[in-house]
């Protein structure tokens, strides 16, 4: 090819260019974005009732497809809140009081369409998934600890954590799992 001819086509070709770079960012646009997954917390709040020192929380959990996926198919799902009551201590590591966990099975029963939550021998069935998250998304009076185990001059804190017990899982599922499964949060928070 001549000079000439390689300058007489080169607008084309850039135009082309353009116009297949506008295309593709129009229709990436266009695709629908992945869901947010994973677990807010909303409220976290220790209080002095009842002779006894009480966790409330109350979170927003938002599964992932691939969870989603395997609930739809019978696979049952463990999820684990653990509380933790701590006092300060300047000269060595912070002394333990208590440590206290509830874990949730979920699952999902195809012949009557319905889900399942299960805490401890208690169970309950539910019509929709997001009906059956509520019981484990919302929790009040978790007694943590017996007030009187609590020193006037002290400082206490309480360490929170919600997730997806993935290690309850059947064990084929446990050699791949990607970030679709990584479930939780953990916070603390200071007892007044």
Excluded: C
């Excluded at 966790?55 to 969870?67: K, Q, V």
């Excluded at 299960?118 to 169970?123: D, E, I, K, P, R």
């Excluded at 997806?164 to 499964?181: A, I």
Aim: proline share 4%; net charge positive; aromatic share 10%.
């Amino acid at each position: 090819m001549r000079r000439t001819q390689v300058q007489a086509l080169l607008p084309r070709i850039l135009t082309r260019l353009v116009l297949w770079a506008v295309l593709t960012i129009v229709m990436g646009a266009g695709a629908p974005l992945a869901r947010a997954q994973g677990v807010e917390l909303t409220s976290l709040q220790v209080n002095r009732a009842d002779g006894a020192l009480a966790l409330e929380y109350s979170a927003r959990l938002t599964l992932s497809r691939a969870i989603e996926d395997a609930l739809q198919r019978g696979v049952p799902m463990y999820f684990t809140a653990h509380a933790t009551v701590l006092r300060s201590r300047w000269y060595w590591r912070d002394e333990r009081l208590a440590r206290v966990a509830r874990t949730w099975r979920l699952s999902y029963q195809p012949l009557t369409a319905s889900w399942r939550v299960s805490l401890g021998g208690l169970a309950q069935s539910f019509p929709t998934l997001s009906e059956a998250l509520a019981p484990m998304s919302r929790v009040a009076g978790w007694r943590l600890l017996e007030a009187e185990k609590l020193d006037s001059g002290e400082r206490y804190y309480v360490e929170f954590s919600f997730q997806l017990d993935n290690s309850q899982l059947p064990r084929p599922m446990q050699l791949d799992l990607g970030d679709d499964w990584k479930l939780g949060i953990e916070r603390w928070i200071r007892v007044e």
